[in-house]
């Protein structure tokens, strides 16, 4: 890893807390437990290495389906975090923030997160954000039906309807688009993580499992970004300055 050209955000997926258990004879819960100790390890190692903004994706919409008592256990280690990491968080400089329909989190959970928000919004280190209840298909619905309601009453025209007016509309990229991906746990999903943000971002899919992660794999992870070129759909530094213009990708 350089200590130049970071990633400016980096998105998470945090996947393989049940299976890290289940292979250790425990219940599930226990992998979420170590998986938020993964998420203090990892909060702290990107903010030390100069990240601007972590993504966390924590509950994604589609996890209230699991059972019950899972949920639960995931609710209660967040309010764990919530009041564990207080210190931590604003001792650091680091603002937190949440994206996703939070108002499905249990009052406790919503009181103590709308909390440090308000006590860490001034803060200008890195922007830590909890992914909670969220859905990237959701968010980019909810930013249509905010545009289509100022057409409605005529605040706006349809023809202001653009990329930019709807990423405005969407709280995940209030920090810019991600620049890296990662997932953890081995498979090779997106799982309706960041959708809108992610066109151009970088992925990188390891598999270690989340209770596993530690600083070398976001070393490995943020390495691996910074091997990539970047082109944006045009056709980067070095073809650009050889005037190579022959490829015709568009990635
Ligand atoms: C996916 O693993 C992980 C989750 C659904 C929850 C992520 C939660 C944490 C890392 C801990 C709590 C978070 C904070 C911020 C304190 P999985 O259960 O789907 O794993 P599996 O694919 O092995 O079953």
Avoid at 53 to 77: C, D, H, I, K
Avoid at 87 to 109: D, H, Q, S, W
């Amino acid at each position: 890893m350089r200590l130049g050209n970071l990633p400016n955000h980096v998105g998470i997926i945090m996947d393989g807390n049940g299976r890290w258990a289940t292979a250790r004879g425990l219940e599930r819960p226990h992998g979420h437990r170590e998986g938020a100790a993964a998420v203090r390890r990892t909060v702290r190692a990107a903010r030390e290495k100069g990240v601007r903004a972590l993504t966390l994706y924590a509950f994604s919409e589609q996890n209230w389906a699991r059972p019950g008592g899972e949920v639960e256990a995931l609710m209660a280690l967040l309010q764990e975090f919530l009041v564990g990491e207080r210190e931590e968080i604003l001792g650091n400089g680091i603002r937190l923030r949440a994206i996703g329909n939070t108002k499905r989190l249990p009052l406790v959970v919503r009181t103590l997160l709308g909390g440090l928000i308000a006590a860490s919004e001034h803060n200008e280190g890195m922007t830590l954000t909890l992914a909670l209840s969220y859905g990237g298909q959701e968010e980019i619905a909810e930013a249509c039906r905010t545009l289509a309601a100022r057409v409605a009453t005529k605040e706006i025209d349809v023809g202001d309807i653009s990329v930019a007016a709807l990423r405005n509309e969407m709280p995940s990229l209030a920090v810019g688009d991600p620049d890296l991906i990662v997932r953890t746990g081995g498979e090779r999903r997106i799982s309706n993580f960041l959708l809108f943000g992610l066109a151009y971002a970088e992925l990188h899919f390891t598999d270690v499992l989340w209770p596993d992660f530690g600083e070398p794999d976001l070393d490995e992870a943020i390495a691996a970004f910074q091997r990539c070129e970047r082109r944006f759909g045009g056709l980067g530094e070095g073809a650009a300055s050889s005037q190579r213009a022959s490829s015709p990708s568009a990635t």
